[in-house]
Nanobody, 119 residues
Framework: QVQLVESGGGLVQPGGSLRLSCAAS????????MAWYRQAPGKWRELVAT???????HYADSVKGRFTISRDNAKNTVWLQMNSLKPEDTAVYYC?????????????WGQGTQVTVSA
């Protein structure tokens, strides 16, 4: 089992920055990728950024150039640096971990952390 705990959310003004953290614990040796999702009220949960164990990253078009995902495999921690924040970035941000062990594939979710961008 893998447990994920997010932190770093809060209230910021447009143009500001936040850094989200996600710490994984438990049986983390099989985690091959981690990601950040977000969900705003009335909207589907959307993928924000992903990073593999080898450091390959992908970003949603809406956050390219503004957000950066990074990972420390040894510490089983992933971060999301968010710059130039916009009101439309307001959402609950969720950490996600992909576990692959042979044919066994599992996903784990954190509890979410609120990010609010408002003047």
């Amino acid at each position: 089992q893998v447990q994920l705990v997010e932190s770093g959310g809060g209230l910021v003004q447009p143009g500001g920055s936040l850094r989200l953290s996600c710490a994984a614990s438990g049986t983390t040796f099989s985690i091959t990728a981690m990601a950040w999702y977000r969900q705003a009220p009335g909207k589907w949960r959307e993928l924000v950024a992903t990073i593999t164990s080898r450091g390959s990253t992908h970003y949603a078009d809406s956050v390219k150039g503004r957000f950066t995902i990074s990972r420390d495999n040894a510490k089983n921690t992933v971060w999301l640096q968010m710059n130039s924040l916009k009101p439309e970035d307001t959402a609950v941000y969720y950490c996600n971990a992909l576990e692959e062990n042979g044919s066994l594939i599992r996903q784990y979710w954190g509890q979410g952390t609120q990010v609010t961008v408002s003047a």
